[in-house]
T-cell receptor, first 119, second 113 residues
Framework: AQTVTQSQPEMSVQEAETVTLSCTYD???????LFWYKQPPSRQMILVIR??????QNATENRFSVNFQKAAKSFSLKISDSQLGDAAMYFC????????????????FGKGITLSVRP | DTEVTQTPKHLVMGMTNKKSLKCGQH?????MYWYKQKAKKPPELMFV???????INESVPSRFSPECPNSSLLNLHLHALQPEDSALYLC????????????FGPGTRLTVL
């Protein structure tokens, strides 16, 4: 079974600075998807970024980018120019690309990290 | 339109009540999901519907009964709940069950007295 580990429960960043959120995972599969989801205090879960394991290039979405290290099974999220609206809980998630639809429709989430942004 | 809607936003019910949570999407997605989320915890998958058929039931107690009346709607019927069932219930959808990211609704905050 796959596991996703987010070892830091909380982090804080100064507005306009850069912060990196860590995520590691464990899997025996070679093809899979990785996601970062953001859940602000209003509680709506929003997809921030996704990475396909077979792509070596790191995904980027505006101020958000990932550092995907497949061999190390590491998938960290970098937020540049942090804004007050970035304050939220961030979940790293894994989904298999193989197997029956039941297996690869499931998202395996990490425990999440609460990010606060200081003005 | 990438919106998943959920009603009601808040629900308080007694242990003997029957209530329903509703979820809708008009993105043409053919897979829909129910999750349960406790505070400061990740969502836990409850049910998956694919092409209006129940494809995954994560051993959820029978006091939770899902229903998919059509491809745009998903209901969760609640009966004889326990206080420990109090949580945020999230609905999500994806274009198909495999290969696509899930879009989440804002959730229903459920309190069972």
């Amino acid at each position: 079974a796959q596991t996703v580990t987010q070892s830091q429960p909380e982090m804080s960043v100064q507005e306009a600075e850069t912060v990196t959120l860590s995520c590691t995972y464990d899997t025996s599969e070679s093809d899979y998807y990785l996601f970062w989801y953001k859940q602000p205090p209003s509680r709506q879960m929003i997809l921030v970024i996704r990475q396909e394991a077979y792509k070596q290039q790191n995904a980027t979405e505006n101020r958000f980018s990932v550092n995907f290290q497949k061999a190390a099974k590491s998938f960290s999220l970098k937020i540049s120019d942090s804004q007050l609206g970035d304050a939220a809980m961030y979940f790293c998630a894994y989904r298999s690309a193989w197997g029956d639809p039941g297996a690869n429709s499931k998202l395996t989430f990490g425990k999440g990290i609460t990010l606060s942004v200081r003005p | 339109d990438t919106e998943v809607t959920q009603t009601p936003k808040h629900l308080v019910m007694g242990m003997t009540n029957k209530k329903s949570l509703k979820c809708g999407q008009h993105m043409g997605h053919r897979a829909m999901y129910w999750y349960k989320q406790k505070a400061k915890k990740p969502p836990e998958l409850m049910f998956v519907y694919s092409y209006e058929k129940l494809s995954i039931n994560e051993s959820v107690p029978s006091r939770f009964s899902p229903e998919c009346p059509n491809s745009s709607l998903l209901n969760l019927h609640l009966h004889a709940l326990q206080p420990e069932d109090s949580a945020l219930y999230l609905c999500a959808s994806s274009q198909k069950q495999t290969g696509d990211e899930q879009f989440f609704g804002p959730g229903t905050r459920l309190t069972v007295l």
